[in-house]
């Protein structure tokens, strides 16, 4: 029945080709037909009207939202009938410009690379990547092109430019890598305690990079950086030398260390000076010899600092003694003169250990450049009975020859003057402190402490036990010298003839 009517309705319809059946109208066509006649007639109008006017009120309100989004849509479809055909002409227009431009790429890869191949750039669109490839390399190898060529476009500083920031670009790993020694350098240095052997390292590296590239401005701004850092690496060095606790082991490491940083602050200065010629001279032997002269000396310098460091901490003593000596002179009561002695049994106690030390390391470290004797008493023989050897290899003997063209070479080694120095330095203590002990087992004890000193000096060549006949301690000072040595020598037999002659015993 439904099919029916809605046949009628659309027969009856102005329309030229009737339209496929809606499932909706069917379905209303069919309630329709279900319904009685006075039904659809009561009310049927009625509720078409009311669907009617909330249609129109629901149409109403959309239009009253969305006006705007309606508004603009209007305008672009308006635009968008001149777009389209603009962009079909901008589309022409570039592939009629692509054959030009794959002739413009095979003049340039032809005039700037050397070779007349080059891809078309259509076959470069459909394969992006290969196209970047390859004009990345025709790039990287502008510089191979002929100058001439270049010269002649009227752009050479474009293409030089150019070549530089693709050179950049291709080795900014490198560079980063080359921008970051320094501050490895700074933190190998920086760090507690210092790490001397990759300090020494990243520098030597990059000493190897400034004599490569001497010309570079970014080496050789990190060679500069290089060697502040190698300053402040000496400087930590040379204050280690100064450690109270010093030992042979330490001592060896610190000078070895020195030894490789010293060239390359040499270097660095003689490189900062280009009037001078350095290029004969900067691995001589006559250098090297110097080099082991001042690592001597400043090696004596350290432990003297350090040794005077040890002694200026017994000033409380020494202000006391000094005040037990001011109170002998302004007043005749008698004083035994206690605190000068344990002013200077302390500072004899400290001087034989340093002074030991500093010789035997010394001779340990700079075996080559130390002296056949520093003996300074008369004879050649020291108080052990040790009698340095004094012949040497040819080499050696070169080797302190240093430069034979000098008419003051060979110089004496440091060492050779040093031991002078500290005796004078103990026996201006003793003349101006020993007076001042007047008790008889006080004195004898002090002399006897500074006949073990010197001993102990003088199984390293430097026995000094003679000078102290020179000292002006009062009166019967002779006598009583000569009596602390007779009984200084019985001991030491003593000692020998319960221990025995090592000599023997090899």
């Known amino acids: 029945m439904a099919d029916l009517l809605y046949e009628l ?21 069919a309630s329709l037909a279900s319904r009685p006649l006075s039904s659809l007639q009561s009310e049927e109008p009625l509720s078409l009207s009311q669907s009617s006017h909330s249609l129109q009120l629901a149409l109403q309100g959309l239009a009253k939202k969305s006006y705007q989004p309606v508004l603009e849509s209007a305008k672009r479809h308006e635009v968008l009938k001149t777009a389209v055909p603009d962009l079909v002409a901008s589309a022409a227009e570039l592939r009629k410009s692509i054959p030009s431009l794959d002739d413009e790429v095979v003049r340039f890869s032809t005039t700037y690379r050397g070779t007349g191949h080059s891809s078309s750039l259509s076959t470069a669109f459909g394969a992006s990547g290969s196209a970047s490839s390859h004009s990345i ?59 001397y052997a990759s300090a020494l390292d990243l520098n030597g590296h990059i000493r190897r990079l400034y004599a490569l590239y001497p010309d570079s401005p970014l080496v050789k701004s990190v060679a500069v950086e290089a060697e502040e850092s190698m300053r402040a690496t000496a400087a930590s060095l040379v204050l280690s030398l100064k450690a109270p606790s010093l030992k042979l082991a330490a001592s060896l490491r610190t000078i070895s260390w020195l030894r490789r940083v010293l060239p390359d602050i040499e270097a660095a200065a003689a490189a900062a000076q280009p009037t001078k010629d350095t290029a004969s001279h900067s691995h001589s032997q006559y250098d090297l010899v110097a080099q082991e002269r001042a690592l001597g000396a400043l090696f004596l310098v350290c432990r003297l600092s350090t040794l005077t460091t040890m002694l200026d901490a017994l000033a409380p003593l020494r202000e006391l003694a000094d005040q037990e000596r001011a109170r002998q002179r302004t007043n005749n009561t008698w004083s035994g003169g206690q605190q000068t002695e344990r002013y200077l049994k302390r500072y004899i106690e400290i001087f034989r250990e340093q002074s030991f030390a500093i010789v035997s390391m010394f001779r340990s470290i700079f075996p ?92 390293l060549g430097g026995d000094f036990g003679l000078f102290l006949a020179t000292l002006d301690v009062g009166e019967n000072a002779e006598a009583e010298w000569v009596e602390v040595v007779r009984r200084h020598r019985q001991l030491a037999g003593r000692l020998e003839s319960i221990v025995g002659d090592p000599r023997e015993k090899k």
């Not at 309705?9 to 109208?25: E, F, G, I, R």
């Not at 004797?373 to 050696?396: F, K, L, Q, V």
């Open 368 to 459: 080559e450049t130390s002296s056949p004797s520093i003996n300074t008493s008369h004879g050649s023989e020291s108080s052990d009975g040790y009698t340095p050897s004094t012949a040497s290899t040819p080499s050696t003997a070169t080797h302190l020859n240093g430069h034979q063209d000098d008419p003051l070479e060979p110089l004496p080694s440091a060492l050779s003057t040093f031991p002078l120095h500290l005796v004078d330095m103990l026996l201006d203590t003793l003349r101006d402190y020993l007076p001042t002990v007047r008790d008889q087992a006080s004195r004898d004890s002090l002399l006897t402490q500074v006949l073990y000193c010197a001993g102990s000096l003088g199984r």
């Open 9 to 29: 309705l659309a027969t009856d319809s102005p329309s030229t080709s009737p339209a496929a059946a809606d499932p909706d109208a069917l379905s209303y066509l």
């Open 137 to 195: 390399s025709s790039s990287r190898r502008i510089a191979k092109g002929p100058v001439g060529k270049a010269s002649a476009s009227g752009k050479p500083d474009l293409i030089a430019r150019r070549r530089q920031a693709l050179l950049l670009s291709r080795n900014v790993e490198r560079l980063v890598d080359v921008l970051e020694l320094p501050p490895l350098l700074a933190s190998s240095v920086a760090t507690a305690p210092v790490n």
